[in-house]
Nanobody, 119 residues
Framework: VQVVESGGGLMQPGGSLRLSCAAS????????MRWYRQAPGKERELVAF????????NYADSVKGRFTISRDNAKKTVYLQMNSLKPEDTAVYYC?????????????WGQGTQVTVSS
């Protein structure tokens, strides 16, 4: 099982970045996907969520209207389009795959990708 984030980097305030998360080793289309972030000295927070079929999405209030989560089940990839970036968006961004069945839960994490917003 692998969950690999990419696309992070340094961006000026007001700029845009698109994060990607490529999955392998499990049935991607059966998993809800989430993006989390963790800034230095802060707890990890949920940024965005998308259901396995892509029909439902939710966002943290702090990113609503600026970030968009999407997925391509054929490519086994989930994306986070981040627009109008602010310095407070600086964090390590993590991709999470989660599935809960009657018998057990499945929970996979990537290693994270650094996003730094600074002038």
């Amino acid at each position: 099982v692998q969950v690999v984030e990419s696309g992070g980097g340094l961006m000026q305030p007001g700029g845009s970045l698109r994060l990607s998360c490529a999955a392998s080793g499990f049935t991607f289309s059966s998993y809800d996907m989430r993006w989390y972030r963790q800034a230095p000295g802060k707890e990890r927070e949920l940024v965005a969520f998308i259901t396995s079929d892509g029909d439902s999405r939710n966002y943290a209030d702090s990113v609503k209207g600026r970030f968009t989560i999407s997925r391509d089940n054929a490519k086994k990839t989930v994306y986070l389009q981040m627009n109008s970036l602010k310095p407070e968006d600086t964090a390590v961004y993590y991709c999470n795959a989660r599935r809960v069945t009657i018998l057990r839960g499945y929970d996979y994490w990537g290693q994270g990708t650094q996003v730094t917003v600074s002038s």
